[in-house]
């Protein structure tokens, strides 16, 4: 079992905001806040944000090098995909794989996948 996951991100605020939504939506509660920081916990299982440090900023994200390529979380329903897909839509979030959603994993996987402000994909696929 996974016990959590550390993500460094580049604004503390923009990452806050994007999140607020996010996580909460998928069952996770606030657990932790810091000056640099925030955790939402599900379960024992937790993800922290951290900002990162300025003299790291210069070189940005990008899931093609080594290190995380991105998280996936389990949605209760298709019914929840949608709805989260509006309201990401409503926000301006970009949805990948446009042209394909919601099955660009494949015809018996129902998804969506987006980016967060430091372009980290997130994928929400339901059973």
């Known amino acids: 079992m996974l016990h959590h996951v550390e993500i460094n991100i580049s604004d503390l605020q923009q990452s806050r905001q994007f999140y607020e939504y996010i996580l909460p939506t998928m069952g996770y509660e606030l657990y932790q806040e810091w000056p640099k920081g925030f955790s939402y916990k599900f379960g024992d299982t937790y993800i922290v944000f951290v900002q990162t440090e300025e003299k790291h900023l210069e070189t940005p994200y990008h899931r093609g090098r080594v290190g995380l390529n991105h998280l996936a ?3 209760t329903s298709r019914k929840q995909i949608d ?8 926000q301006n979030i970009t949805i990948l794989y446009k042209n394909r959603h919601p099955y660009a994993g494949g015809e018996d996987y129902y998804a969506v996948f987006f980016e967060d402000p430091d372009r980290i994909k997130l994928e929400i696929v339901a059973p």
């Open 83 to 90: 709805e989260i897909t509006e309201q990401l839509e409503n």
């Open 73 to 75: 979380f389990h949605a």
